[in-house]
């Protein structure tokens, strides 16, 4: 992934001063890219690679939980320094991780068509 590469490039061109809101929200999306990478770099069922719909599935549910008790940076933090199981976790695309939802009744169901 040479937008990694790219991203230590701009994030170290920035200050903790003035640019700290930037260098944070950089810094976060490096870390959340190299999980990306550690979990294959595109989405399991379709090999979607487009990383705007790209997201990190909890394989037996309970990421709604997970996510609301731990901030985004800690959690790719945990899993780029193996701190938490690598391989509860899978990459989907937006739609294949609703379609999950649905198949193993995670949300509400609507009926389908
Ligand atoms: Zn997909």
Request: hydrophobic share 35%; net charge positive; with cysteine.
């Amino acid at each position: 992934m040479s937008e990694l590469k790219a991203l230590v490039e701009r994030i170290s061109k920035l200050s903790w001063g003035k640019d700290r809101l930037e260098k944070h929200r950089l810094t976060l999306l490096f870390a959340k890219l190299a999980v990306f990478k550690f979990l294959g770099g595109c989405c399991v069922r379709c090999g979607n690679t487009d990383i705007r719909v790209l997201q990190i599935d909890h394989k037996n549910g309970g990421g709604s939980k997970h996510i609301r008790s731990v901030s985004g940076m800690t959690r790719y933090k945990r899993l780029a320094l193996g701190q938490d199981d690598i391989n509860k976790y899978q990459l989907l695309c937006a739609n294949c991780n609703w379609i999950k939802r649905h198949e193993n009744k995670e949300i509400n169901q609507w009926p389908l068509l």
